[in-house]
């Protein structure tokens, strides 16, 4: 996959500990950016499969009323 580059600001004291959490993980700050924003994409796919649950639990009756109860 082709890598684009992506230029963000960030005060000394937060770059300082992207540098030690990468160091510590043993990689790059770079690589250790680009792993926070996958978990983070991940939790947003999660918290939407939660969402999605919740709302068929909610209107399960109304499904099996409409289309039948198939299991």
Known sequence: M????LNVRVD???AEAARRRA???GM???RYIEELVKQDAGEAGRTFVDAAAD???EYEAV???EF????
Do not use: D
């Open 28 to 30: 790059s700050v770079n």
């Open 63 to 65: 499904f099996a009323e």
């Open 55 to 57: 709302f068929m639990k």
């Open 68 to 71: 039948g109860e198939r299991r």
């Open 12 to 14: 000394e004291t937060t």
């Open 2 to 5: 082709a890598k684009t580059q």
């Open 23 to 25: 160091l510590a993980r």
